[in-house]
């Protein structure tokens, strides 16, 4: 069964970059034609999408966020990962990986506060 | 970017109620849509693909209807652990975007 895990720092100054990195397990990133996305939501808010790669490196961003935003992928390690620059409060979320088909990670909260 | 507008923003309604949610995207996305569910403090749940199809092990009580602009999520008999907040979300052309969200409340 296809399982996603974030992980990452739960803490990050402003000013600096947040990294996650999400881990798929029971299956290969690469085996499917899937594009593998990253999601953010604020407390009390709603759900944003950040953006999306393929096991080939392909990637889509949401513009709102795309000057900030780089996703990467490691299919020798079987994960793919997040990396957004120049955080404020307002990049303050739970961070979930997720798959099209309803594959999920659990999400991890990121605060961002000196 | 295509926007996805989702109402209403929040219902009250009661058990064995039918309750329909609606989300209309600013341009023709086939049938490349998702409806999920999210509690609190959990990751949302997918209940509907592809517009219209039924996940597994989601109840027959929620069913989804629409193509190309315009979707419906129903909910034919409303149950108490169906109190949620429901999201679309389309992922036509490898860019998603989610619904604002609608969140049913116990009336």
């Known amino acids: 069964q296809l399982q996603l895990q974030e992980s990452g720092p739960g803490l990050v100054k402003p000013s600096e970059t947040l990294s996650l990195t999400c881990t798929v397990s029971?299956?290969?990133?690469?085996?499917?034609?899937?594009?593998w996305g990253w999601i953010r939501q604020p407390p009390g808010k709603g759900l944003e999408w950040i953006g999306s790669?393929?096991?080939?490196?392909?990637?889509y961003y949401n513009p709102s966020l795309k000057s900030r935003v780089t996703i990467s992928v490691d299919t020798s390690k079987n994960q793919f990962s997040l990396k957004l620059s120049s955080v404020t409060a307002a990049d303050t979320a739970v961070y979930y990986c997720?798959?099209?088909?309803?594959?999920w990670g659990q999400g991890t909260m990121v605060t961002v506060s000196s | 970017a295509i926007q996805m507008t989702q109402s209403p923003s929040s219902l009250s309604a009661s058990v064995g109620d039918r309750v329909t949610i609606t989300c209309r995207a600013s341009q023709g996305i086939r049938n490349d849509l998702g409806w999920y569910q999210q509690k609190p403090g959990k990751a949302p749940k997918l209940l509907i693909y592809?517009?219209?199809s039924l996940q597994s092990g989601v109840p027959s009580r929620f069913s989804g209807s629409g193509s190309g602009t315009d979707f419906t999520l129903t909910i034919s008999s409303l149950q108490p652990e169906d109190f949620a907040t429901y999201y679309c979300l389309q992922d036509y052309n490898y860019a998603w975007t989610f619904g604002q969200g609608t969140k049913v409340e116990i009336k």
């Open positions: 790669i393929y096991y080939s490196g392909s990637t």
């Open positions: 592809a517009a219209s």
């Open positions: 997720a798959r099209p088909g309803g594959i």
């Open positions: 029971g299956g290969s990133i690469s085996s499917s034609s899937y594009y």
